[in-house]
């Protein structure tokens, strides 16, 4: 009997330097795409952004960070919405966009 609680307080210990390797890991993810995101230009790089605040998002979430995780998902569907809208005088990009991305959607 000696021997399980031996091994349950092990478990434990491993269980918490493995969360507190996990939430390091994770925190230094965060700070590697804000960073990206700050180096980055606007320039045609929009799509990318998207993808920068939706990993930010997740990274967030696991580090348990729900206001950082949930503001920046919102930033990313924010995004997602102004790259999909009509721009005035880009209508014909917009179709084009709309239609390639139905193609795809329908093969997934």
């Known amino acids: 009997n000696l021997q399980m609680s031996d091994l349950k307080v092990s478990l434990k210990n491993l ?3 493995v969360y507190e390797a996990a939430w390091g890991y994770y925190l230094n993810k965060v700070n590697q795409v804000k960073y990206k995101l700050q180096h980055t230009g606007s320039g ?10 939706f990993k930010m998002g997740i990274y967030a979430e696991f580090v348990q960070d729900w206001e950082a995780a949930l503001k920046a998902i919102r930033t990313a569907y924010e995004l997602i919405v102004s790259l999909v809208a009509p721009v005035p005088g880009r209508e014909t990009q917009f179709f084009q966009w709309s239609a390639e991305r139905d193609v795809v959607a329908e093969h997934l």
């Open 44 to 53: 045609g790089f929009e799509a990318l952004h998207v993808r920068y605040w």
């Open 15 to 17: 269980a918490k330097v």
